[in-house]
């Protein structure tokens, strides 16, 4: 069964018979999903710690590249149109225009290279559970730090890192820990349930 499914989402192998009704269904329950973990949050300036990145990994592995992206494009969306699922319930245009934009647009990229590389067999073991988180946190980080680079007015690097990177460290490294423990998990556990 593993063979089989090694370039298989969690999201392909449980359900062997999908729909589009399916599909939006569970897009839904990402946004919801991604707005409770932008809300557990330790409550730093200029940017939160969250559970949001976590959230995203979790999406990314379970959808892959492409549901993946369009799950964040919606929860993005949502929060656009008046829906509070930003941090701290926030929502509108306004917060694009804040500190964490780049995280947030971060967020479509690492959700879709992550899900790429879901997609080519990785996340099924610890190191390359490992591998996957890295990689994601750095294009979060890259496009995070530019956005906050431009919101405190091209300060410098010591300074941006200092309150762009620094602060999410140790959190960064419990959420990396968190899912090298339970990834693989998931993905025995749905081959379990498809079999």
């Known amino acids: 069964m593993e063979t089989i499914n090694k370039n298989k989402t969690i999201y392909e192998i449980i359900f062997k018979q999908r729909n589009v009704l399916l599909d939006i269904a569970m897009v839904v329950l990402s946004v919801a999903f991604l707005g409770i973990m932008a809300n557990i949050r330790v409550p730093l300036w200029p940017v939160p710690v969250t559970m949001q990145t976590f959230g995203v990994f979790v999406i990314a592995f379970f959808f892959g590249s492409r549901k993946g992206f369009l799950s964040i ?19 509108g245009l306004a917060v694009f225009m804040g500190p964490t ?8 990229f690492m959700a879709f290279f992550v899900g790429m590389m879901i997609e080519r067999g990785y996340g099924r073991t610890k190191k390359s559970v490992l ?15 530019t956005g906050l680079w431009f919101f405190l007015g091209k300060v410098s690097l ?12 140790i959190g960064d490294l419990i959420k990396i820990a968190g899912a090298v423990a339970l990834f693989p998990y998931l993905w025995k556990g749905s081959d379990r349930i498809a079999q």
């Not at 008046?82 to 926030?90: D, E, H, L, M, R």
């Not at 994601?136 to 730090?145: R, S």
């Not at 010591?158 to 460290?169: C, Q, S, Y």
């Open 101 to 108: 934009a780049g995280y947030l647009i971060g967020f479509l």
């Open 131 to 145: 591998i996957c988180m890295l990689a994601g946190e750095g294009i979060l980080y890259l496009c995070g730090l």
């Open 73 to 91: 494009v919606a929860y993005l969306l949502a929060g656009i149109v008046g829906f509070s699922v930003f941090t701290g319930y926030k929502s």
């Open 158 to 169: 010591l300074k941006l890192l200092m309150v762009g990177f620094v602060p999410f460290i």
